[in-house]
């Protein structure tokens, strides 16, 4: 699985946001925002087929534009409000997706004729049905929510488009994308309970700190050679895997898989989604691919936006990719490691020092922050593993790491330190690949942010395998267990708000009753005849 991917070192960044430039509204309810004038790149609109069958049409990078593009000085990045009037002008985009993600991580939201975006909901913003922060994976509205339920009337929710995140999404036609932040139609506050909101508010607590948060994630997928609907249509049974051997740094395998994975790394990097590699993982049709790090809100979009692309680039292509945490019970599971770094306000890694920790240079806060981390990871651990299969990833041998030690480059840990000087980073190897990534990066600076105030020591490093050293605390056993954990948290009620705990509670609660409910495969094939 997991812990042969490698995220280049950490230079000094150079910020491109700052704590507090959000949307506000006047007292006349008129929208304001800081306007980052950001420049962006532009792709063709041309159309491709490829293994010589027809497939929905995928914009060729490497082909002419129907019309000559607007004189861009700067060719990928997200775009600024007067690139994207240029490109509309240009009939280059005609489209804007204006998106939030759910309590799952899903893309919700709505697609605007591009003029009209241009002329009114820049200004103004739009609006969605609260009932989209309490839904299940049905798109069902579950009973039991304070925040919105059929007593209330499932009103609306105001979304403010964050223009610093609006792009191309080149891998679409004439279309450009802006996530939105949530906020409340009576009080225009931010909506907390959405996931965006949430990591907002912990960027907004290591502000106080006179800190900034640099991130990256490490997300593994599987390829199968089978469209969606025919996946469906299988019960998700028995597809055609896109290797038949397991790939691990494997060229040739890898080649075999390039279609799918070059289209990835060439749209994400058009459309403002810096690519570091791919490559095979542990498992048959198993990949990976790392993107630049970058400030920790920016990391959440491009986690999104990049599941978002390789899913829309699959389905043009005939395939499906999955990023369940456990695909197969006879097959490596699939990561999301994450990496974290704090900054002080001089844009200096603030966990480098001069203090000699297990042969580490480093700072008090390193140390505390590391403290903090791996102290809270019980508590939250429903923000790394969120659903009933996401504990069946962590296993011994496996590479999913099941004990909560540190360790130095050692990938049996499920805290592992990398790099040193501007790059000394902290590696965190529990989320798995069905995380949603402002829940899991929320819990990773709330929880490190606690260590830094109470001035958390880590204990001592593991050296050598971790699987079997005795004593090490393990992750929680099941969904049930952690949430459990999260709901009783004194942090989590202190860092999100106890309401927030508290809807979060119920939708991780709903998920763990839907499985109770369910008639599994396994179940029928055990009992069905021999019972």
Request: charge should be negative.
């Amino acid at each position: 699985e997991e812990g042969n991917a490698h995220v280049s070192e950490f230079r000094i960044p150079k910020l491109n946001s700052t704590p507090g430039h959000e949307p506000t509204l006047t007292r006349c309810g008129e929208l304001r925002y800081s306007i980052f004038n950001i420049q962006t790149c532009h792709g063709a609109d041309a159309k491709t087929t490829e293994r010589g069958y027809n497939r929905r049409s995928v914009p060729d990078l490497h082909s002419s534009p129907r019309a000559a593009p607007p004189p861009m000085p700067n060719r990928h990045g997200p775009l600024s409000v007067d690139d994207l009037q240029r490109h509309v002008e240009a009939e280059q985009i005609d489209t804007v997706i204006a998106a939030f993600p759910d309590l799952y991580g899903r893309l919700v939201g709505k697609r605007f004729d591009a003029t009209y975006f241009v002329d009114s909901v820049i200004g103004a913003g739009t609006h969605a049905c609260d009932y989209l922060l309490t839904v299940d994976m049905e798109m069902e509205p579950v009973p039991g929510y304070e925040f919105a339920n059929w007593e209330k009337g499932y009103g609306d929710v105001h979304l403010a488009p964050d223009l610093r995140t609006l792009r191309r999404a080149t891998w679409l036609e004439r279309t450009a994308i802006v996530f939105c932040d949530v906020h409340s139609t009576q009080s225009h506050e931010l909506v907390y309970q959405a996931p965006r909101s949430l990591l907002r508010k912990q960027v907004a607590a290591a502000a106080q700190l006179n800190y900034s948060a640099m991130a990256a994630t490490e997300l593994e997928y599987y390829i199968f050679n089978q469209t969606y609907r025919k996946a469906h249509q299988r019960g998700f049974r028995n597809l055609p895997q896109a290797a038949t051997y397991i790939e691990d740094y494997h060229i040739l395998q890898g080649t075999r898989e390039e279609e799918l994975n070059a289209a990835a790394r060439r749209h994400l990097n058009h459309s403002g989604v810096p690519v570091e590699c791919t490559k095979g993982e542990w498992g048959r049709g198993q990949h990976e691919l790392n993107l630049r790090y970058s400030n920790i809100l920016e990391m959440a979009d491009r986690h999104i936006l990049y599941k978002q692309c390789l899913k829309e680039l699959a389905d043009a292509q005939e395939l499906s990719v999955t990023f369940m945490a456990k695909y197969d019970s006879q097959q490596a599971g699939s990561s999301c490691h994450i990496h974290v770094s704090l900054w002080n306000d001089d844009q200096q890694n603030a966990f480098a020092g001069d203090d000699d920790f297990h042969g580490i240079q480093c700072s008090d806060t390193f140390r505390w922050f590391l403290g903090g981390w791996m102290q809270f990871a019980p508590e939250m651990m429903v923000c790394y593993a969120p659903t009933v299969n996401s504990y069946k990833r962590f296993q011994s041998g496996s590479w999913a790491p099941t004990g909560l030690a540190w360790s130095i480059d050692n990938r049996t840990a499920g805290f592992r330190v990398v790099g040193h000087g501007a790059s000394l980073r902290i590696e965190c190897r529990i989320p798995g690949a069905d995380c949603n990534p402002y829940l899991a990066l929320a819990a990773a600076l709330a929880s490190g942010l606690a260590g830094i105030e109470q001035r958390i020591e880590p204990p001592e490093p593991i050296c050598g395998d971790v699987y079997k050293t005795a004593g090490v605390q393990r992750v929680p056993k099941t969904l049930r267990d952690a949430i459990e954990l999260f709901e009783s948290s004194p942090l989590a009620k202190q860092a999100f708000g106890d309401d927030v705990v508290a809807h979060y509670t119920h939708f991780f609660r709903a998920e763990q009753h839907a499985f109770d409910q369910a008639v599994t495969d396994w179940e029928r094939t055990r009992y069905f005849e021999r019972i």
